[in-house]
């Protein structure tokens, strides 16, 4: 009898906290991870939520920015964007981003800095101002400061983008560290991937953000029954070897529909294949963070059970 799927069309709510018994490693200094894709519906804000939720899940202190006036991320985390002030109001009005920040239920460290409804205009109002490429950047630094002050650093901050290379996504570029791209195995799906590359030299070469670098690729809603996606997998397995975690997140229906009971699939469906294969995923890039190689995986595992 199939009854998972009447069980599931309840969902309850989030209640209590989500908390891995084994927990994930500190990185070494803040990550800013920008998450960026300019081709639409690949996976970015999927992949933005459940991996910070995750990164949560093994203890880490976990910020999302919700980037994109779509406002996919706050709805996944259950946040009620209507009346809220949010990032149009830091970007434009110069709130401080500590202000607008909310905690997400169910998460023992997980914030979401809202996409609120004049966000859409966030554009169209900043092109007048003087280093307009610049301002998520000064409004993270402060909070990022203020919460290292406080004892309470956040260990990841993860920024959702529109499906576009306009300014919010420059922004979101300037501010972060870290890119991390989706990649939907499909037909050019490398081509839009070339264009970012090119985008992230043009920032690197005005001097936006010297130092920003494309660290992370995870390849979303994989589907292994199909050679073009296999294809794909094999192309980008040989174009960015250091890149790519290769933990493939498949095609899942809990995964979709996670959203429309306002969750990630970390808590909807803990133990379903596209929340095992995010978990994966965010433990490696964790690995990857505290700098710990495969070649010590044996003794760091060894380590933490000890
Ligand atoms: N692993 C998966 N399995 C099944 N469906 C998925 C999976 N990942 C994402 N989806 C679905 O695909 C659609 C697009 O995903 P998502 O919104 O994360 O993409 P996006 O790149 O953020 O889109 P946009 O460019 O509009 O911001 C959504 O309906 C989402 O629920
Ligand atoms: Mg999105």
Known sequence: MDDSRETLAAAPKVIGIRRLKEPMPTPLKTRVFTVANQKGGVGK???AVNIAAALAMGGLRVLVIDLDPQGNACTALGIERESIPGMFEVLVNDAPLGSVVKKVAGFPHLECAPADRGLANAEVNMVSFVSRENRLKLALDTLLQEREAQGQRFD??????PPSLGLL??????????????????????????????????????QLNKNLEISTIVLTMFDSRTRLANDVADSVRQHFPAQLVDFPIPRAVRVSEAPSFNQTVMTYDASSPGAIAYMSVAREIARRGAGITNNTDATNNGAHTA
């Open 45 to 47: 804000t999927t992949s």
């Open 156 to 161: 990841y901050v993860i920024i959702d983008c």
């Open 169 to 206: 996504t420059i922004n979101a570029l300037t501010a972060a560290g870290e890119i991390l791209i989706p990649i939907q195995c499909e037909y050019y799906s490398l081509e839009g991937v070339k264009l970012l590359i090119e985008t992230v030299e043009q920032i690197k070469r005005t």
